[in-house]
């Protein structure tokens, strides 16, 4: 079975510092990796993903993420953060092989605040 | 494009009431899902459809129903409220099922059962 985890229900970062929101998967076969952001009371909204080719991905709003075969992790960085990137940011994933019939399964989420 | 478009947004139910909770897409998708989001728990998958006529059973289907006669439109029924299927619902949805489409949301219906 795929699964993921979010270690951090909660991040605080300063703004203008750095920021990364940690991610690790399981799955059966290769991974297909994805970000997501909320904001309250709206939908999720894509950020970025990870399919194949390049380890650092480059998403919306200057965020990237790094994959990390070896660590089984995925987390999304930025370099500076923004207090307009407080949210609640979800990492999700498939499988490759089929084995959870190509469905995502999402991480619980961690909510990002970044004080001024 | 509108996109997802769930609706009510708010609906307070009693237990053992029956409703639906309607999801439209104007992007000519052929999937869309539906799942429940509650607190600490992430999103979870309901159910989901690859095209018109086609649904399956996701992670948390019971209670729940589903189906899918047009490509744009997916409702979910709810049979008989519980207290336990107060949540937020969102509606999703993709080009197809390739595994690297990324998926678009609603805004959410959010349902209290009483």
């Known amino acids: 079975a795929q699964s993921v985890a979010q270690p951090e229900d909660q991040v605080n970062v300063a703004e203008g510092n750095p920021l990364t929101v940690k991610c690790t998967y399981s799955?059966?076969?290769?991974?297909?990796l994805f970000w997501y952001v909320q904001y309250p009371n709206r939908g999720l909204q894509f950020l970025l993903k990870?399919?194949?080719?390049?380890?650092l991905v480059k998403g919306s709003y200057g965020f990237e993420a790094e994959f990390n075969k070896s660590q089984t992790s995925f987390h999304l960085k930025k370099p500076s953060a923004l207090v307009s990137d407080s949210a609640l940011y979800f990492c999700?994933?498939?499988?490759?092989?089929?084995?959870?019939?190509?469905?995502?399964?999402f991480g619980k989420g961690t909510k990002l605040s970044v004080i001024p | 494009n509108a996109g997802v478009t769930q609706t009510p947004k708010f609906q307070v139910l009693k237990t053992g009431q029956s409703m639906t909770l309607q999801c439209a897409q104007d992007?000519?998708?052929?999937?869309m899902s539906w799942y429940r989001q509650d607190p600490g728990m992430g999103l979870r998958l309901i159910h989901y459809?690859?095209?018109?006529?086609?649904?399956d059973q996701g992670e948390v289907p019971n209670g729940y129903n589903v189906s899918r006669s047009t490509t744009e439109d997916f409702p979910l029924r709810l049979l008989s409220a519980a207290p336990s299927q107060t949540s937020v619902y969102f509606c999703a949805s993709s080009y197809s099922q390739t595994r690297n489409q990324p998926q678009h949301f609603g805004d959410g219906t959010r349902l209290s059962i009483l």
């Open positions: 990870y399919i194949t080719g390049d380890n």
């Open positions: 999700a994933v498939r499988d490759d092989t089929g084995a959870g019939s190509y469905q995502l399964t």
């Open positions: 459809s690859v095209g018109a006529g086609i649904t």
């Open positions: 992007m000519n998708h052929e999937y």
């Open positions: 799955v059966s076969g290769n991974p297909y």
